[in-house]
């Protein structure tokens, strides 16, 4: 329903999705809830999107960002999409999310506005449609310290408790996430789209898509292959930006990409404390089909199943269109690995080009490996002065390979200095260490939300040396260790 009390705070909504086909969506209404309790409201996003509700009392935030009254304007859907769920096709859409309608700003920006566990809809497949509120915080913690990080992903507005109980393995306390997103168009609604076997919805999605994202791709030769460009792009920015910050998604399904190139849905993922290439957190990931070292073969795997959904726009001739896709997908190596090397020299600080870049990058994190060291604070130290002096460096293995890097260093076509501010700029001095969060979220699920409002004070200037928060940066002690996370559905 909608309340008077929101007509003078709205979002400024408008509903172009509806315009595609009613296949793409289903009108349903989020579930109204017992009790909503506002529990964190992002304020910094809030003044972003131009939107103030500070008029509205804290039980009439709650009962908007819970769904139980809807503001003027807003219009919910489902989306429907398919998807490559570890590997296996099938067709899904939200199953507990309720897009509220696209948020228009004062300069034209979109936004997509997203209630996640407000309720069933036709696509749930015998879900209750809920979420429980340590995931919900999860998502918040994680997506803030992401945007933070200056990793593209859709962020989190605000968290409210349900004052009802979701039952997984036990019953955990229900919650509502408000997600903001670019849109959440991903490469599994192209392949729902392909599914249908109709060109013309195929096509209709397509036109959307670059209408909202890249109007510029009308003009090409082939918008079908300009966007497979596009996303190629996006996509090999975003994971080796997970790359350089040892961050590991966990579900990396083709309904989990979309094609905005945003980091979306923060399920199982973590950040890796010892280096290891083929860390896996997820519960659910037995074969490391996700690891760290993974995800870049994964995302091309991906775009390789967009690839599939958009052969029939990409050319008339449908041999001539598998001819350029397979181009465009065979180059993703080399887009990649461009992207890459140049994200390995920030990490260790280097100007120019030379042979021996990436080399010293894998004999460091292999020696990371050997010696179970920290990530993140290897990676920060190399900008610390006396390096060798600490005790974690004085390895006969560390110092030879100081050396070739110090030889390196001296090819710089700018001063030391630089060279150390590059390196404080691309390694962060701290990141949501996994048992701080799974720490806070257990005392949250306990009625303490005091440790998530210190992890999430934290995690707000990520690059910037901090000792009052000193204990957010040290690694866990052994017990402390988070060996999996888990999906929270």
Known sequence: MVNDFMSAYNFNFQHSYKELDGIFYSCVDPTPVADPKLVVINETLLASLNLDFSNLSDQQQANLFSGNILSKGSSPLAQAYAGHQFGHFAILGDGRAHLLGEHVTPSGATFDIQLKGSGPTPYSRNGDGRAALGPMLREYIISESMHALGVPTTRSLAVVSTGEQVRRETPLPGAILTRVA????????????????????????????????????????????????????????????????????????TDNVTLAGETIDYGPCAFMDQFDPKKVFSSIDRMGRYSYANQPKIIQWNIARLAEALLPLIDENFDKSIEVANEKINGFEKIFESKYVSMVRSKLGLFGEHKEDKELYTDLTSWMHKHEKDFTNTFRDLSKERLLEKQDYQNNDFKDWHKRWKKRQEKNDMPQSSSISLMERTNPWLVPRNHNVERALQAAQEQDLDPFRKLLESIKDPYQENPKFGYYKSPPKPHERVLQTFCGT
């Open 182 to 253: 670019t849109s959440h168009i991903r490469i599994g609604t192209f392949q729902f789209a392909a599914a249908q076997k109709d060109k013309t919805l195929l096509k209709a999605l397509l036109n959307y898509t670059i209408d909202r994202h890249e109007p510029l791709l009308k003009r090409t030769d082939s918008p079908a292959l300009s966007l497979l460009d596009s996303v190629i792009q996006l996509q090999s920015d975003l994971i080796t930006n997970w790359l350089r910050i040892g961050f590991i998604h966990g579900v990396m399904n």
